[in-house]
C-alpha cells in the first residue's frame, strides 16, 4: 500500500541520491499525496541489482491528517521491473515484500476501509503490473465498525503470487488468529491458512478470489467465560471484487463449523450460493443455515432456507419470511417449534424477528400422555454476540390463551426472565394414568429434580385456574427464583379450597438431603375438599382458617412425612365432624345408663355428624410426628376437648376427645359433670371411632357411690346432730328436774 507513493518518486529522483534526500524526498512526497505522516528511523536507499528496487527500513505511517499510527514495517523492498525502465525510463513496479508489519486495518460502518486512499494512484510517472505482494510475519488489527468486533492476526505471511497472469494467480496465508486480547490474556486463538486463485481483469477492474479453502484451528484452549475447545471453521467458495474502490461486488461462500463448549458438541454450516452487492444493496440468495448441538443427554436442532435476504450496506438485510424449524430433545423432555417472521439482521450478530407466529409441541417424562400444544404469534430479538434471546408472544397453550415475556441470556449458563399470564392449564390429561382406586401418588418414589438441576430463573407466572387431576387452583400468582438447584416462590397465592392462600414456598435439590420449606396462611378454606385431595379424608366439613410453617428434608414423600417440623394452627367455623354424633351418644348415655357395658360400638355412619360453632387447635409438628393437646370445641349442646398424635411417616391417627354435655339441656341433666372419651385411632384416612361408655359407667358409679356415701354421710349427721339435741334436751330435762326437787324438800332441823 506504501508503495504506490514510494514507488513514484522514481520518475524524479536519480539512482545517486544519499540517504538523507531521498528518505525526505519519500516522505515529503507521501506527505503530499497521502496527507500521512511518515518516519523513517532506519536507512532508505536504492539497488539496480539484480533488479531495481526501493528499500526502507524501520518506518511507520499514520492515518490522514492524525497522530494515530496506522502501519509499522521493519523492512519495505519496491521491485520494479527493469526493461521498462531502461527503455521508457517509466518505472513499472513489480513486487512489494514488507517484512514484519504491523496494521492497523479499520472498517467503518458504512463499510469504507481506513487504507482505501492509498490504493488510489497518485503519479501518472508510475504503473503497476504487480506480480508478487507478500507480508512476511505480519501482525494486523482488524476492527470492524460495520459488523463489530476485533480480530488480531500474528505471525502472519500473506503471499499474492502471479497477479498478472490471468490463470494462475495464487493467494497463500498462514498465521495465527486472536480474539479479544486484553491484558488477562487472550480469550481465543487459532491457526489460519488459507488458498485461493487470484484472477485480476485489468479492463473490467475487477478482483476475482476464486476456489478459496481456509481453514481456521483452534489452538490451545480458550479462556474460561468461553469455554470453548476442538473448534474449527472452514470457509469455501468464490469472491469478486471491484477495484478503486475496494468492495465485494459478488459471489458464493460455504461456511462450516464445529467445536466443543463446555461438554457439548456444536456444528453450523452456513451456505450462500448467490451474493450479490452493488454500492446500494447486498443480497444473499438461496440461503440456507442449519445449527446442531449434541451432549451425553441432549440434543438441538435448527435450520431455516431463505429464499432471498437483502438490504442495504450499513449492516442491514431482511427477508419477508423466514421459516425457522427448531427442536430440543432429551430424555425428560422434548420441544419442537416451527416458526415463520420476517427476518431482519444487523451488523451480522442481531436478528429480529419482527412479527412471527410459532406451532410447537411440548412433553417430559411427568407428562407422559401427548404432548401440550403451542399457538403464539409475536416479536423476538437474538443477540449472538451478547447471548441474548428476548421473545414477546401472545397466543394459546393447550388451547388457553398466554401472553408471555422471556429473556435467555447466556447459552452456555442460560439465564432467564420470565412474565406469564396464562388463563388455563389442566395437566390431567398428560399425567400418568392412575387405575380406579388406586393410590395416585408413590409415596416411595424418588424425586427427579431434572428441570431444576440447571435452572436460572427469575420473574413471575400467573395461572387463572390449574387442575392436576382432582386438585383445582385458581388464581395462582407468584414470584419465582432459582438458582443453584433451588427454587423459591415468594410471594405465593391463590384461590385454594374456596378459600385464600398467601405465602411462600422452597426447595433446595442442592442440599443433601433436599429441603422443603412452606409457610402459608388459608383463609375461609373448605377443609372438606382439602381432605378429601390431600389424605383422602372427608370426616370434616367447615369454613377454615389454617397458619402453617412446615420445614422436612428427603428424597421421596415417605421421607417427608418422616421429618416434617414445625406448627400448624386450625380454626374451623360452623363444620361438623362425619360418621359420628356425639350429641347422640351423650342423648343415649343419658338415657340408658343402665345398658352400658364399655363394649365398643360402631359410629361410621354416613350421615351421622356432629356440628360444631366453633373448632380451634394448635399442632406441633416434629420429625413427621404431629402433636396436639389443646383442642377446643364449641358445638352447643357439648363442649369437646381433647389431644393426641399423628404418625405422618405411618399415616397413623391416635387421638383422644373428651366430650362433656351442656348441665343446662334437661335430657343431658344426668351427665352433669361426666366426660365421655371418645378416641380416634388407626389409619389417617379411615380412623376408627370409639366411645369409652366403660369410663363413662365408671364415672357415673363413682358419681352415684359418692351421691350415695354423701347422702348416708348427711343422714348420719343429720342423726348425731338429732341425738346430740336430744341428749341435751334430757340434759337440759334433768337439770330443770333437779331444781324443782330442791323448791319441795324442807330444810333439816338444827341440832341444840
Given at each position: 500500500m506504501l508503495a504506490i507513493s514510494l514507488t513514484a518518486l522514481l520518475g524524479v529522483l536519480p539512482y545517486f541520491l544519499s540517504f538523507d534526500v531521498l528518505r525526505e524526498q519519500i516522505i515529503n512526497q507521501v506527505q503530499a499525496d497521502t496527507q500521512r505522516t511518515m518516519t523513517i528511523s532506519g536507512s532508505a536507499h536504492m539497488v539496480l541489482l539484480p533488479r531495481p528496487a526501493i528499500l526502507i527500513s524501520n518506518t511507520t505511517l499514520t492515518e490522514p491528517n492524525a497522530r494515530t499510527v496506522f502501519a509499522h514495517a521493519d523492512r519495505v523492498k519496491v521491485v520494479f521491473r527493469l526493461w521498462p525502465l531502461i527503455t521508457t525510463g517509466k518505472p513499472v513496479v513489480h513486487a512489494i515484500e514488507i517484512d514484519q508489519p504491523e496494521l492497523n486495518i479499520v472498517r467503518h460502518e458504512n463499510g469504507t476501509y481506513n487504507f482505501e486512499d492509498l490504493l488510489r494512484p497518485h503519479s501518472d510517472t508510475?504503473?503497476?503490473?504487480?506480480?508478487?505482494?507478500?507480508?512476511?510475519?505480519?501482525?494486523?488489527?482488524?476492527?470492524?465498525?460495520?459488523?463489530?468486533?476485533?480480530?488480531?492476526?500474528?505471525?502472519?505471511?500473506?503471499?499474492?503470487?502471479?497477479?498478472?497472469?490471468?490463470?494462475?494467480?495464487?493467494?497463500?496465508?498462514?498465521?495465527?488468529?486472536?480474539?479479544?486480547?486484553?491484558?488477562?490474556?487472550?480469550?481465543?486463538?487459532?491457526?489460519?491458512?488459507?488458498?485461493?486463485?487470484?484472477?485480476?481483469?485489468?479492463?473490467?477492474?475487477?478482483?476475482?478470489?476464486?476456489?478459496?479453502?481456509?481453514?481456521?484451528?483452534?489452538?490451545?484452549?480458550?479462556?474460561?467465560?468461553?469455554?470453548?475447545?476442538?473448534?474449527?471453521?472452514?470457509?469455501?467458495?468464490?469472491?469478486?471484487?471491484?477495484?478503486?474502490?475496494?468492495?465485494?461486488?459478488?459471489?458464493?461462500?460455504?461456511?462450516?463449523?464445529?467445536?466443543?463448549?463446555?461438554?457439548?458438541?456444536?456444528?453450523?454450516?452456513?451456505?450462500?450460493?448467490?451474493?450479490?452487492?452493488?454500492?446500494?444493496?447486498?443480497?444473499?440468495?438461496?440461503?440456507?443455515?442449519?445449527?446442531?448441538?449434541?451432549?451425553?443427554?441432549?440434543?438441538?436442532?435448527?435450520?431455516?432456507?431463505?429464499?432471498?435476504?437483502?438490504?442495504?450496506?450499513?449492516?442491514?438485510?431482511?427477508?419477508?419470511?423466514?421459516?425457522?424449524?427448531?427442536?430440543?430433545?432429551?430424555?425428560?423432555?422434548?420441544?419442537?417449534?416451527?416458526?415463520?417472521?420476517?427476518?431482519?439482521?444487523?451488523?451480522?450478530?442481531?436478528?429480529?424477528?419482527?412479527?412471527?407466529?410459532?406451532?410447537?409441541?411440548?412433553?417430559?417424562?411427568?407428562?407422559?400422555?401427548?404432548?401440550?400444544?403451542?399457538?403464539?404469534?409475536?416479536?423476538?430479538?437474538?443477540?449472538?454476540?451478547?447471548?441474548?434471546?428476548?421473545?414477546?408472544?401472545?397466543?394459546?397453550?393447550?388451547?388457553?390463551?398466554?401472553?408471555?415475556?422471556?429473556?435467555?441470556?447466556?447459552?452456555?449458563?442460560?439465564?432467564?426472565?420470565?412474565?406469564?399470564?396464562?388463563?388455563?392449564?389442566?395437566?390431567?390429561?398428560?399425567?400418568?394414568?392412575?387405575?380406579?382406586?388406586?393410590?395416585?401418588?408413590?409415596?416411595?418414589?424418588?424425586?427427579?429434580?431434572?428441570?431444576?438441576?440447571?435452572?436460572?430463573?427469575?420473574?413471575?407466572?400467573?395461572?387463572?385456574?390449574?387442575?392436576?387431576?382432582?386438585?383445582?387452583?385458581?388464581?395462582?400468582?407468584?414470584?419465582?427464583?432459582?438458582?443453584?438447584?433451588?427454587?423459591?416462590?415468594?410471594?405465593?397465592?391463590?384461590?385454594?379450597?374456596?378459600?385464600?392462600?398467601?405465602?411462600?414456598?422452597?426447595?433446595?435439590?442442592?442440599?443433601?438431603?433436599?429441603?422443603?420449606?412452606?409457610?402459608?396462611?388459608?383463609?375461609?378454606?373448605?377443609?372438606?375438599?382439602?381432605?378429601?385431595?390431600?389424605?383422602?379424608?372427608?370426616?370434616?366439613e367447615g369454613r377454615s382458617d389454617l397458619t402453617l410453617d412446615v420445614a422436612a428434608v428427603g428424597n421421596k414423600l415417605s421421607d417427608l412425612s418422616k421429618t416434617a417440623g414445625g406448627n400448624i394452627k386450625i380454626r374451623l367455623k360452623q363444620g361438623a365432624i362425619r360418621g359420628i354424633d356425639i350429641p347422640l351418644l351423650l342423648r343415649t348415655a343419658s338415657q340408658q345408663i343402665k345398658l352400658m357395658n364399655g363394649e365398643t360400638a360402631p359410629f361410621s355412619v354416613k350421615d351421622a355428624r356432629t356440628q360444631f360453632s366453633e373448632l380451634q387447635a394448635t399442632w406441633l409438628l416434629k420429625h413427621g410426628l404431629a402433636s396436639n393437646n389443646d383442642l377446643n370445641v364449641r358445638a352447643g349442646i357439648l363442649k369437646l376437648t381433647g389431644g393426641g398424635q399423628i404418625d405422618l411417616g405411618a399415616g397413623q391417627l391416635n387421638y383422644m376427645m373428651k366430650a362433656s354435655a351442656n348441665p343446662d339441656v334437661p335430657e343431658l341433666s344426668g351427665l352433669k359433670g361426666l366426660v365421655l372419651p371418645i378416641s380416634f385411632t388407626g389409619p389417617l384416612n379411615a380412623p376408627e371411632y370409639k366411645a369409652d361408655y366403660a369410663s363413662l359407667k365408671e364415672q357415673i358409679v363413682h358419681k352415684q357411690k359418692a351421691e350415695q356415701e354423701a347422702q348416708q354421710a348427711q343422714e348420719k349427721a343429720k342423726a348425731a346432730a338429732a341425738e346430740k339435741k336430744a341428749a341435751a334436751q334430757r340434759k337440759a330435762a334433768a337439770n330443770s328436774s333437779a331444781k324443782s326437787s330442791a323448791k319441795t324438800t324442807p330444810p333439816p332441823a338444827k341440832k341444840k
Open positions: 508510475t504503473e503497476f503490473a504487480l506480480d508478487k505482494l507478500s507480508f512476511n510475519q505480519a501482525h494486523l488489527n482488524w476492527q470492524d465498525d460495520f459488523l463489530g468486533g476485533e480480530v488480531s492476526l500474528s505471525n502472519l505471511d500473506l503471499t499474492l503470487d502471479q497477479l498478472t497472469d490471468p490463470k494462475d494467480g495464487r493467494l497463500k496465508v498462514d498465521g495465527q488468529i486472536t480474539l479479544g486480547e486484553n491484558k488477562a490474556g487472550a480469550s481465543w486463538q487459532g491457526q489460519v491458512v488459507g488458498t485461493a486463485a487470484m484472477r485480476y481483469l485489468e479492463k473490467e477492474r475487477t478482483l476475482r478470489v476464486a476456489d478459496i479453502v481456509f481453514d481456521v484451528t483452534q489452538r490451545g484452549q480458550s479462556d474460561e467465560k468461553l469455554k470453548l475447545s476442538e473448534a474449527h471453521l472452514q470457509a469455501t467458495g468464490n469472491l469478486n471484487y471491484s477495484w478503486q474502490p475496494l468492495r465485494l461486488a459478488g459471489g458464493d461462500m460455504k461456511i462450516t463449523t464445529s467445536a466443543v463448549r463446555a461438554g457439548q458438541h456444536w456444528n453450523a454450516t452456513l451456505d450462500v450460493p448467490d451474493i450479490s452487492l452493488t454500492e446500494s444493496a447486498l443480497g444473499l440468495h438461496r440461503l440456507k443455515l442449519k445449527i446442531g448441538m449434541k451432549d451425553q443427554q441432549s440434543e438441538f436442532n435448527a435450520t431455516t432456507n431463505i429464499p432471498t435476504m437483502g438490504g442495504g450496506q450499513r449492516g442491514f438485510l431482511r427477508t419477508d419470511s423466514a421459516q425457522i424449524n427448531v427442536r430440543y430433545k432429551s430424555p425428560e423432555q422434548d420441544l419442537s417449534v416451527q416458526l415463520v417472521s420476517p427476518l431482519e439482521l444487523y451488523r451480522g450478530h442481531l436478528a429480529r424477528l419482527p412479527s412471527y407466529t410459532l406451532t410447537g409441541s411440548y412433553t417430559n417424562i411427568n407428562l407422559p400422555r401427548g404432548a401440550i400444544r403451542l399457538a403464539l404469534s409475536g416479536r423476538g430479538d437474538l443477540d449472538m454476540r451478547d447471548e441474548n434471546l428476548s421473545l414477546d408472544s401472545v397466543g394459546t397453550l393447550d388451547g388457553e390463551h398466554l401472553s408471555s415475556q422471556i429473556n435467555l441470556e447466556n447459552f452456555l449458563d442460560p439465564q432467564f426472565r420470565v412474565n406469564i399470564d396464562l388463563a388455563k392449564l389442566d395437566l390431567t390429561p398428560y399425567l400418568p394414568v392412575v387405575a380406579k382406586g388406586a393410590k395416585t401418588v408413590n409415596h416411595n418414589a424418588a424425586f427427579d429434580f431434572w428441570w431444576l438441576e440447571k435452572l436460572k430463573a427469575l420473574g413471575s407466572v400467573k395461572i387463572g385456574e390449574l387442575v392436576l387431576q382432582n386438585l383445582h387452583v385458581d388464581d395462582l400468582a407468584f414470584t419465582l427464583l432459582a438458582s443453584n438447584k433451588r427454587l423459591v416462590l415468594d410471594p405465593l397465592s391463590a384461590t385454594l379450597y374456596e378459600g385464600r392462600l398467601n405465602g411462600r414456598a422452597e426447595i433446595d435439590a442442592g442440599k443433601k438431603p433436599a429441603y422443603f420449606r412452606l409457610e402459608q396462611t388459608l383463609s375461609n378454606m373448605n377443609i372438606n375438599t382439602l381432605l378429601t385431595d390431600t389424605i383422602d379424608n372427608s370426616r370434616f
